[in-house]
Protein backbone atom coordinates (compact mmCIF):
# COMPACT_ATOMS: atom_id res chain seq x y z
CA UNK A 1 0.00 0.00 0.00
CA UNK A 2 2.72 2.03 0.51
CA UNK A 3 4.23 1.69 -2.92
CA UNK A 4 0.99 2.61 -4.48
CA UNK A 5 1.00 5.91 -2.28
CA UNK A 6 4.61 6.92 -3.29
CA UNK A 7 3.27 6.15 -6.75
CA UNK A 8 0.50 8.20 -6.27
CA UNK A 9 2.82 11.30 -4.92
CA UNK A 10 4.91 11.21 -7.87
CA UNK A 11 1.76 11.82 -9.94
CA UNK A 12 1.27 15.15 -11.40
CA UNK A 13 -1.40 16.93 -9.19
CA UNK A 14 -4.45 17.09 -11.62
CA UNK A 15 -3.95 13.12 -11.96
CA UNK A 16 -4.00 12.91 -8.15
CA UNK A 17 -7.60 14.82 -7.93
CA UNK A 18 -9.11 12.90 -11.00
CA UNK A 19 -7.74 9.64 -9.10
CA UNK A 20 -9.28 10.61 -5.60
CA UNK A 21 -12.78 11.54 -7.13
CA UNK A 22 -12.50 8.08 -9.07
CA UNK A 23 -12.02 6.89 -5.40
CA UNK A 24 -14.46 8.68 -3.87
CA UNK A 25 -17.29 7.87 -6.12
CA UNK A 26 -16.44 4.21 -5.94
CA UNK A 27 -17.10 4.09 -2.28
CA UNK A 28 -20.35 5.96 -2.54
CA UNK A 29 -21.52 3.34 -5.23
CA UNK A 30 -20.15 0.45 -2.73
CA UNK A 31 -21.71 2.46 0.31
CA UNK A 32 -24.91 3.26 -1.42
CA UNK A 33 -26.18 -0.33 -3.06
CA UNK A 34 -25.11 -2.19 0.05
CA UNK A 35 -27.43 0.19 2.35
Same mark, same amino acid.
Given at each position: ? $??????????? $????? !??? !????? !???? !??????
Amino acid at each position: M $KEFMDKLNNLP $KPVQY !IIA !IIIFF !IAFY !ISYSLF
